[in-house]
């Protein structure tokens, strides 16, 4: 550990459990917002690949209906 982070830890031990649980929370949910925003940024790339297959014709599409059928079915078995 740096020496920057082990006087952080440090300092943060020196808190009451209730305190301290506020602040993993705290920094936990910065974590979740930068994760979101790459899950986010994977997912309209994703869709922009499966558009792109769809326009040249290298998959065809899937009425919803069928679509949605044949999923219920799946969850049956």
Known sequence: ???????VTAEAMKLSPRERVRLAQQLVSTLDDEIETDT??????????RLA???SGKVQGIDSDAAFRSAREALRR
């Open 40 to 49: 986010e940024e994977l997912w309209f790339a994703e869709a922009e690949r």
């Open 53 to 55: 297959e769809l326009r």
């Open 1 to 7: 550990m740096s020496s920057n982070l082990d006087q």
